[in-house]
C-alpha cells in the first residue's frame, strides 16, 4: 500500500525536527559564551578587562587638558561578613596617566575566608577605555580569621575616551565563594 | 470501510486515557485549557479582590506575588497554548483531508503529560496556601528572573523547574506532529498554497515551538545546576551573569508572544470569510504576513529589556525591529476588514468575537507599538500599561478567538447548534466587562503605577475599584460559556446542526456530518 513510504516519510520529519530541538537546546547553551564574547568584544554590559593589560603603549601621553572623575563604590554581598571599601572614594585622572588605588578588607568572622571581588562599570560605553594593569579581582582574596588586607588597583584610562565622558562609576560586589573553593563545596552548598 | 475500525475503539475512561484519536484528544485538550483557565483565572480573582482597595486586605504581599506568577504560568502555559494544541488537533486533520495526525501515540503522550505537568505547579500553590510554614509557591514573577528564582528562589522552584520541563516536552511533541501531519498528509490536490489560513499559522507557530522551546528547558537547567549542582550562569559571583538570563528567557520569550497569537489569526481568518461571504483577501500576503512575524520575532526579544543598560545602537536595532513587525500585522488587519469590505455581512457569535478581536487586538497592538519605542519604554516600563498591554493582545486577542473558534466549530465538534442566548450573554457581558477591566490600566500605567505590587498609592485608588469591578464581572462570565458548552457537548440539547452548519463556510471541515464522526477521511478526499 502506500501506508510505506508515508511512514519513511514521518520518521524522516520526526528525526530532522528532534536534532532542530537538540540543537536549540545547545544553541541555549552556546549564548553564555557568545554573550560573554559579545559583550568583551564590544564592550558593553560595563564589562572591563578581566586579565590585567600587561603592555601599556609606550607612547601614551597624558592629556593634561581633561580629566575624569572616577569613583568606587564598593559593596558587600548579601551574607558576606566582611568590610570591604575603598581608601579613596574618588580620583581625578588624566587619560593616559596611570593611577594607584587601595580598598582595605576585614574578614569580621572567626574563620578563614575567600572572597572574589566583581567589578561593573557606568557608564558603558566608558568600559572598553578603562585599563587595570593590576587588580585584586583578578583573583580569588583568602582572608585569615579576623584578617584584614589592603588591596590595591591600577589603572589608566585610554586617551582614546570618548570625550562626552567626564564622570566614570566602578562598582564593586564582593561576594563570599569559600565553598566554591573549597574540596566538597557544593556538598556543603548541599547540606545548607 | 470506516467501520471496522470502530470496535478496536476502547470505551469508558479507558477511551480518553488511552485515545490515540485526534478528535478524542483534541476535545481533551480544549477541556484541561477551559479548567486551567478557571484556575488561572480564580488566581486572577485573588490578586484584584486585594488591589480592589488600597492597603492590605486579604492576603499577605508574598502570596500576591505567588498569585501574579501562578496566574501568569496558568494561563500562558495551561490555558492559551493547549487550548490552540486541542484546535489543531481537532482541525488540521479535518482541514487538509487526514485521517488522523500523523503520530497519534505520541499524541496521547504529549496531552496526558500535561495534567501531570499542572499537578506540580498547582500543587505547590495549594501546599503555600492551606499548609501554614510550607515554603512559599513560586513568587519570583512568569518571567522567573535570575537571581529571584536562583539565589533567592523558594523551595518549591524546583517543582517549578520540573513542571516547565514537562510543558515543554509537551509542546514540543505537540509542534512536531503537526508539523509531520502537515508535510506529509494532505490530501492530494491540497497544495501548501491551498491549505486553510489556520493550518499555516499553526504550521508556522510549530516552528516557532521547535525552536525556542528547547531555549527554555535549557533555561531553567541551567537555573537548575545553579540552584543545586555549584554552576553559575546567572551567578555573578562565579563568573556568571543576571542579565544573561534575561536574553535567553526573552530569546524564548518573544518568539512565545506570537506562539499565541498566530493561531489566533488563522481562526480569525477562517471566520470572516465565512460570515462576509467572500474569500479572504489577500490570502498569499496572509501567508508571508505570517511568516515575517514569525522571523522578525527572533531579532526583538531585548525591547523587553531596554531598562537593563543597553548601547544606543542595541536599543536602536531592537526598536526598529520591533516597529518593523506592526509591518506585516498591518496587513492583517488590512486583510480583515478588506474582506468585510462590500461583504453580506451577519452577525453570528462566532463573527462576532472575531469583530471584537480585531478591534480590541488592535488596540493592543498599537499599545505594543508605544512600548517599542525605547525612549517612551523607559517610563512604560513594569508599569501598568504594560499590563494592559499584553493583557488586550492575550485576553481579547487570543482567547477571544479561541471563544470564535468555539462558537465557529462547536456545531460540528458536538452536532448541535449552541444555546444562542447564553452565548449572545457571553459575548456582550465578556466584552463590556474585559474593558472595563483592562481599559483604566492603561492611565494607572502613565500615571506611573508599578505591576506586581500588592499595594498602591491612594491616587490610584477609584481607577483599580473599577479594575476589579470588571475582573469579577469578566470571571463570572465565563461561566455562561461553561453552561453553554454542558448544554451542547453533554446534554446535546439545541438545534441540529447541518453538516455545513454555516451559509457562507468553505473548507473540508464542513464536508463532513454534523457531529464529526469518530474517524472522517479514511479514503482522502480529493481537493480541486
Given amino acids: 500500500m502506500a501506508d510505506e513510504p508515508l511512514k519513511r516519510r514521518t520518521r524522516l520529519s520526526v528525526a530532522k525536527l528532534l536534532v532542530v530541538c537538540v540543537c536549540m537546546f545547545g544553541f541555549a547553551y552556546a549564548l553564555v559564551p557568545l554573550y560573554d564574547v559579545i559583550c568583551e568584544a564590544l564592550g558593553i554590559n560595563g564589562r572591563t578587562n578581566s586579565v590585567a593589560i600587561v603592555d601599556v603603549p609606550e607612547d601614551m601621553t597624558k592629556d593634561e587638558d581633561r580629566t575624569v572623575l572616577v569613583q568606587f563604590v564598593t559593596r558587600a554581598a548579601k551574607d558576606m561578613p566582611w568590610d570591604f571599601e575603598p581608601m579613596e572614594r574618588s580620583v581625578r585622572v588624566h587619560p593616559g596617566e596611570i593611577k594607584a588605588v587601595n580598598f582595605r578588607v576585614r574578614n569580621r568572622t572567626g574563620e578563614d575566608m575567600v572572597g572574589q571581588a566583581i567589578p561593573s562599570l557606568v557608564p558603558g560605553q566608558a568600559a572598553s577605555h578603562f585599563k587595570k594593569t593590576q587588580c585584586f579581582c583578578f583573583d580569588q582574596q583568602p582572608l585569615m580569621a579576623n584578617g584584614e588586607e589592603v588591596m590595591p588597583m591600577i589603572f589608566y584610562l585610554d586617551p582614546a575616551i570618548p570625550k562626552s565622558v567626564n564622570t566614570i562609576t566602578l562598582s564593586y560586589t564582593l561576594y563570599d565563594i569559600t565553598e566554591r573553593t573549597s574540596v566538597g563545596g557544593v556538598a556543603a552548598r548541599q547540606t545548607r | ?528
Fill in chain 2, 1 to 528: 470501510m470506516a467501520d471496522h475500525h470502530e470496535h478496536h475503539a476502547p470505551t469508558g475512561w479507558r477511551r480518553w486515557l488511552l485515545s490515540t484519536n485526534h478528535k478524542d484528544i483534541g476535545s481533551l485538550y480544549l477541556w484541561f485549557s477551559f479548567a486551567m483557565f478557571l484556575v488561572g483565572g480564580l488566581l486572577a480573582m485573588v490578586i484584584r479582590a486585594e488591589l480592589m482597595y488600597p492597603g492590605m486586605q486579604v492576603v499577605d504581599p508574598d502570596f500576591f506575588n505567588q498569585m501574579t506568577t501562578t496566574h501568569g504560568l496558568i494561563m500562558v502555559f495551561g490555558a492559551v497554548m493547549p487550548a490552540f494544541v486541542g484546535l489543531a488537533n481537532w482541525m488540521i486533520p479535518l482541514m487538509i483531508g487526514a485521517p488522523d495526525m500523523a503520530l497519534p501515540r505520541m499524541n496521547n503522550w504529549s496531552f496526558w503529560i500535561l495534567p501531570a505537568a499542572f499537578s506540580i505547579l498547582i500543587g505547590s500553590v495549594l501546599m503555600s496556601a492551606f499548609g501554614p510554614g510550607n515554603p512559599p509557591a513560586p513568587n519570583f514573577g512568569w518571567t522567573f528572573y535570575a537571581p529571584l528564582s536562583t539565589t533567592y528562589g523558594p523551595a518549591s522552584t524546583d517543582f517549578f523547574i520540573l513542571s516547565v520541563h514537562l510543558m515543554g516536552i509537551s509542546s514540543i511533541m505537540g509542534a512536531i506532529n503537526v508539523i509531520v501531519t502537515v508535510m506529509n498528509m494532505r490530501a492530494p490536490g491540497m497544495t501548501m498554497m491551498k491549505m486553510p489560513l489556520f493550518v499555516w499559522t499553526w504550521l508556522i507557530t510549530a516552528f516557532l515551538l521547535i525552536a525556542v522551546m528547547p531555549v527554555l528547558a535549557g533555561a531553567v537547567t541551567m537555573m537548575l545546576t545553579d540552584r543545586h549542582f555549584g554552576t553559575s550562569f546567572f551567578d555573578a559571583a562565579g563568573g556568571g551573569d543576571p542579565v544573561l538570563f534575561q536574553h535567553i528567557f526573552w530569546f524564548f520569550g518573544h518568539p512565545e508572544v506570537y506562539i499565541m497569537i498566530l493561531p489566533a489569526f488563522g481562526v480569525v481568518s477562517a471566520i470572516i470569510p465565512t460570515f462576509a461571504r467572500k474569500p479572504l483577501f489577500g490570502y498569499a500576503s496572509m501567508v508571508y504576513a505570517t511568516a515575517s512575524i514569525a522571523l522578525l520575532s527572533f531579532v526583538v526579544w531585548a525591547h523587553h529589556m531596554f531598562t537593563v543598560g543597553m548601547p544606543l545602537a542595541g536599543m536602536l536595532f531592537f526598536m526598529y525591529m520591533t516597529m518593523l513587525i506592526s509591518v506585516p500585522t498591518g496587513v492583517k488587519v488590512f486583510n480583515w476588514v478588506a474582506t468585510m469590505w462590500r461583504g453580506s455581512l451577519t452577525f453570528e457569535l462566532p463573527m462576532k468575537w472575531a469583530l471584537a478581536f480585531v478591534i480590541l487586538f488592535t488596540i493592543g497592538g498599537l499599545s505594543g507599538l508605544m512600548l517599542s519605542i525605547t525612549p517612551a519604554d523607559f517610563q512604560y516600563h513594569d508599569s501598568y500599561f504594560v499590563v494592559a498591554h499584553f493583557h488586550y493582545v492575550l485576553v481579547s486577542g487570543a482567547i477571544f478567538s479561541m471563544f470564535a473558534a468555539v462558537y465557529y466549530w462547536l456545531p460540528k465538534w458536538s452536532g448541535v447548534m449552541y444555546d444562542k442566548f447564553w452565548g449572545e450573554v457571553h459575548f456582550w457581558s465578556s466584552l463590556i466587562s474585559v474593558n472595563l477591566l483592562f481599559f483604566p490600566m492603561h492611565f494607572v500605567g502613565l500615571a506611573g503605577m508599578p505591576r506586581r505590587y500588592s499595594d498602591y498609592a491612594l491616587q490610584f485608588a477609584d481607577y483599580n475599584w473599577w479594575i476589579s469591578i470588571g475582573a469579577f464581572w469578566f470571571g463570572i462570565s465565563q461561566l455562561f460559556l461553561l453552561w453553554v458548552l454542558i448544554k451542547a457537548c453533554f446534554l446535546k440539547k439545541g438545534e441540529k446542526a447541518t453538516d455545513e452548519v454555516w451559509e457562507g463556510a468553505e473548507g473540508l471541515e464542513w464536508t463532513v456530518p454534523s457531529p464529526a464522526p469518530f474517524h472522517t477521511f479514511d479514503t482522502p478526499p480529493v481537493v480541486k
